[in-house]
């Protein structure tokens, strides 16, 4: 399975900050933003990811992250010329995607809570079985977000986007699975009236066929979309709070890699010996030596 960071867009909730560095490179507590959406990907043992980014940011993203080898993983990079809409990242990624299943996730969206990896094995299952899957996760607003209406079983019955009289409170998170055929689907998908290739367009064509299925995010778990100062905020503080009362990192790719087998003992403690100024490279260091 191949996997996607969409993480281009102009940031203009951010506007000043991001007039002059893209919102996924800015930190959110001790570590990147875009760590984050990085580490679902590697949690479901995706190791090839294609990262989407604009023209004036791709060289940063590159300086950041490298070939992804030491993560343990394998970094592609395409330019998105203009935000046309969150389709348009299959149409972008259509070479590499190939003819394999395709998990996308933006890159501004952190998660977090227990279990999450089983959900997200889970969910890659069911790609593979031909079945997209949407991660839900219920807010206070869905008029700002694109809804998925459940029946009493939890099946999806419709979706929309941004409704102005939500059916559900259940938004569609920025975390989607897709089987082997999302190019193809991507390529029916019409400009909205917003001029954008919508997401919700996509999953309404599996929806068609009886093949979008559901993943409730529910309690002990929390989704961040950190687009805003206050959700950057809340989300660090978050991120801040966990880590200091476990003594851990978490959501750090190295971490995820030597896990999965993808780094070598070796390899994570070479990554923790030049970042040993701080925690996060002191983690590192922690658990090559258990």
């Known amino acids: 399975m191949k996997g996607i960071i969409l993480a281009g867009g102009s940031g203009t909730r951010l506007y000043p900050i991001t007039e002059g560095i893209s919102k996924q490179l800015m930190p959110i507590y001790d570590k990147p933003m875009i760590f984050y959406p990085l580490s679902t990907l590697m949690m479901a043992g995706i190791q090839d990811i294609l990262i989407i980014t604009t023209p004036q940011d791709q060289e940063g993203f590159v300086r950041l992250l490298g070939d992804g080898s030491k993560f343990g993983v394998n970094f592609s990079y395409v330019v998105q010329p203009s935000p046309?809409?969150?389709?348009?990242?299959?149409?972008?990624?259509?070479?590499?995607?190939?003819?394999?299943?395709?998990?996308?996730?933006?890159?501004?969206?952190?998660y977090f809570g227990n279990d999450f990896d089983n959900y997200l094995l889970a969910a890659k299952e069911n790609a593979l079985q031909e079945y997209?899957?949407?991660?839900?996760?219920?807010?206070k607003d869905p008029e700002r977000?694109?809804?998925?209406?459940?029946?009493?079983?939890?099946?999806i019955i419709s979706v929309e986007e941004k409704p102005k009289h939500p059916k559900s409170k259940y938004a569609?998170?920025?975390?989607?699975?897709?089987?082997?055929?999302?190019?193809?689907?991507?390529k029916l998908v019409k400009p909205s009236q917003r001029g954008e290739l919508e997401i919700t367009t996509l999953n309404d064509l599996y929806l068609q066929e009886g093949r979008l299925k559901a993943q409730?995010?529910?309690?002990?778990?929390?989704?961040f979309d950190t687009g805003t100062p206050d959700s950057q905020l809340e989300a660090a503080n978050m991120i801040k709070t966990i880590q200091s009362n476990k003594g851990i990192v978490i959501c750090a790719p190295e971490i995820i890699g030597y896990q999965n087998g993808w780094?070598?003992?070796?390899?994570?403690?070479?990554?923790?010996?030049?970042?040993?100024?701080?925690?996060?490279?002191?983690?590192?260091?922690?658990?090559?030596?258990?």
């Open 172 to 186: 569609i998170t920025g975390l989607y699975f897709y089987p082997d055929d999302v190019v193809t689907k991507a």
């Open 132 to 139: 997209a899957v949407n991660f839900g996760y219920a807010v």
């Open 145 to 155: 977000f694109g809804i998925m209406e459940l029946d009493r079983n939890q099946n």
């Open 216 to 223: 409730i995010l529910g309690d002990g778990f929390t989704w």
């Open 263 to 290: 780094l070598s003992k070796n390899e994570l403690l070479e990554r923790g010996e030049l970042l040993r100024k701080n925690d996060y490279g002191k983690c590192l260091i922690k658990m090559a030596n258990e």
């Open 84 to 110: 046309d809409g969150l389709a348009q990242a299959f149409l972008l990624g259509e070479d590499f995607i190939g003819q394999e299943p395709c998990a996308m996730v933006l890159g501004d969206n952190l």
